[in-house]
């Protein structure tokens, strides 16, 4: 099954539009596991068996594993929510972008050393720099389009012949790269007025909302410009709100509790069941 | 010394613009190394004791070693290069660009746990996703602006209110980014023209050139092009044609005297001694 298909499953099999953004930070700990040696692992490990039917996908922020050295410990969370939770993809969000030869590396890096199902990548180097992705077609390519940072209207926002560049990336994914069927966007659930000038571009293409909860995004405004007329197309990804909803011994329990109440705060505007 | 004094000593103390790209691939590894164990380090390490008179700078470029889970290997090269050859800087090439709060954990990826002078960067995501960099006011912040491969056409020229997006990053990372004068920008020899517009605008910021040799740049055109009054400027950066020079017993002195010819080819072209 590709990752394309996997999201689908997981959309309708787990009624959710959540994906829960794996952002470890130590410092933020649940006391009991501060201090521990695999401590990255079993933080994240718990935070997946408490959600795996609740969500559409995991998404492991990179850096936030690699600012501590813990790749095993990446690859051995990517592995145990394989084995352990089949059928819910996980994105490897990494923003990678670099000319061919060593895009390769990337994916390779993405795909072959952790076994991800998709990686989020940066479009500023054209096409050419994500071919090896895009090459992958039972991998997800979710290129970044209009990102939930202020500064992200920087270049984002600038008139391109007409239209700002946010949207020339996003048509020209829809129309020129996602030949395979493997390609998917990132907007920021903080511009949801752009997120629906998106949506009217690329179909029905799965969009990932990185930007609810701790900076400020809305769901019902989500929602209302980003889903599909079946109610999914959307990856609404929520980090800290989760993550960090408890510091106690029963913080799974506690992110449990927040990822249901977003599953159906999300659900509520979802309008059409599927 | 922060990065920017750095450069301006090895530019002068090694009379050299040359920047090697450390970007190991086991399959071309000269065959007395296949199959070690420890082959990327100790390949890495002898090119670099073998050229560190000769260069400007190194350029250890991370998905290669991360493809091969070598982070291990990445942070002894950079530590043998400071150890044994101080004085010459290394960029960590890995082309990061996220919001804040993750660029904050790739900011230490590259700094504390690498303990790099420098990163490139991807300016897509705007000003705050390059904030944790900018901040860091003794390293160095290089900007992706114009990059050598094909598709770096798709967006990078695309004409935003008068000139490409190219231009506008260089004119707001030239204007806007550099108050720590840390900054310095990408451009593709293979775009000798680009590069020539590039250097108008910024003054002195120091330009770092990948694309000769194995992707077709041309030394006399970049020199003509990109070189500031006092004959420096530029990190002029060759990868393969180096590494990959011998694949015999003596690579390490067929790899210097490759590294000493574009020495002398790029200083044939200086024209100002300094």
């Given amino acids: 099954m590709n990752f394309m298909q996997s999201l689908q499953q997981a959309w ?3 009624a959710s539009l959540v ?3 794996l952002d470890p930070e130590p410092a ?30 995991y998404k492991p922020q990179i850096a936030h594993f690699a600012a501590l050295g813990a790749e095993d410990a990446l690859a051995r969370l990517i592995a145990h929510i394989h084995t352990r939770h089949p059928g819910v993809p996980v994105i490897l969000d990494a923003k990678r972008g670099d000319i061919g030869s060593t895009a390769q590396h990337y994916a390779a890096e993405a795909f072959d050393r952790y076994g991800a199902d998709a ?24 290129v970044l ?16 012949g007409g239209e700002p560049l946010y949207l020339r990336v996003a048509r020209t994914v829809a129309r020129d790269w996602n030949t395979h069927g493997n390609c998917a966007l ?20 799965p969009i990932l909302v990185p930007g609810i909860g701790a900076q400020g995004g809305d769901v019902a405004a989500v929602l209302a410009h980003g ?22 011994a029963d913080f799974a329990d506690t ?10 705060d999300i659900n509520h505007f979802r309008q059409t069941p599927v």
């Fill in 227 to 248: 889903r599909t007329a079946d109610g999914t197309g959307l990856l609404v990804s929520s980090s800290r709100a989760i993550l960090y909803a408890g510091s106690g």
């Fill in 28 to 57: 933020k700990f649940p006391a009991p596991l501060r201090g521990r040696p695999d401590a990255v692992f079993e933080f994240c490990a718990a935070l997946v068996d408490a959600t795996a039917d609740l969500v559409c996908a």
């Fill in 255 to 264: 992110a449990r509790a927040a990822a249901l109440a977003l599953r159906e």
């Fill in 186 to 205: 990132v907007v920021g659930a903080t511009w949801p007025e752009e997120l629906g000038k998106v949506r009217a571009l690329v179909g029905d293409m």
């Fill in 19 to 21: 994906c829960i953004g």
């Fill in 12 to 14: 309708r099999g787990n």
């Fill in 145 to 160: 389009c209009r990102t939930s940072n202020a500064g992200g209207a920087d270049f984002q926002a600038l008139d391109c």
């Fill in 119 to 142: 990686v989020t990548v940066n479009p500023y180097l054209g096409r050419d720099s994500l071919q090896p992705f895009l090459d992958r077609t039972d991998k997800g390519v979710i």
